[in-house]
């Protein structure tokens, strides 16, 4: 149980196309879902927290007009990244927490976007 | 913010092996999960442990939340655990909660 499916595993695109990448979770409800950045041989940084029918919150230093987030449904959060550029090239990998759970349950975790821009 | 510090960085075992991976942090949790990153870069959910023991196969954990530290044990390695372990505490601030991860601890088992 609490499977979180991540689309796609990877991109690879020219520099200034936007890119969208899919968080879905698949046998349960997701009030609360998060998106993290890993660059080579670093740890996991948390970018913003996905709300259902609200606004993300984004931690300090991610430019919420580059990476457009949008959690329209309890199962779907959706990240875009606007007018890519090499420097955004990473690993994003998303979490969802299961409805109900309460604030300190699990997080579970797809398995990531592997995004280069050339 | 809190600070997570894993140690040691990098472990090399030779297949059959014991190790023991240190999470320490640096203010009272909420929660505590160890994550094993493989080579593909899935993180899988090995324990969800904000106090007490578990074990799971030739896993186990200890967290003794007063001191603020946790332990992940490794048993009779195979060279499929290699990759990276990570501890992650989680804060809850205000109705609002965060999991902040270590830098992790790579391991290599070598046959």
């Known amino acids: 149980g609490a499977v979180v499916s991540q689309h796609p595993s990877r991109v690879i695109c020219k520099s200034g196309t936007s890119v969208k990448i899919e968080c879905r979770s698949l046998d349960f409800q997701a009030t609360t879902m998060f998106w993290y950045r890993q660059f080579p041989k670093q740890s996991l940084m948390l970018m913003a927290t996905s709300n259902e029918g609200s606004k993300a919150t984004y931690e300090q230093g991610v430019e919420k007009d580059k990476f457009l987030i949008n959690h329209a449904s309890l199962t779907l959060s959706t990240l875009t990244v606007t007018s890519a550029h090499p420097e955004d090239s990473s690993f994003y990998i998303c979490?969802?927490?299961?409805?109900?759970?309460?604030?300190?349950?699990?997080?579970?975790f797809g398995d990531g976007t592997r995004l280069s821009i050339l | 913010g809190i600070q997570v510090e894993q140690s040691p960085p990098d472990l090399i075992l030779q297949e059959g092996a014991n190790s023991t991976l240190r999470c320490n942090f640096s203010?009272?949790?909420?929660?505590l999960q160890w994550f094993h990153q493989n080579p593909w870069g899935q993180l899988i959910n090995l324990f969800y442990?904000?106090?007490g023991t578990k074990q799971n196969g030739r896993l186990s954990a200890t967290t003794v939340a007063t001191e603020r530290y946790s332990l992940l044990y490794i048993s009779s390695s195979q060279t499929t655990d290699s990759g990276v372990y990570f501890c992650a505490v989680l804060l809850l601030n205000s109705g609002y909660s965060t999991l902040t991860f270590g830098k992790g601890t790579m391991l290599l088992v070598s046959p």
């Open positions: 979490s969802a927490r299961i409805h109900g759970g309460g604030l300190v349950s699990p997080q579970h």
């Open positions: 442990i904000p106090s």
């Open positions: 203010d009272s949790v909420n929660n």
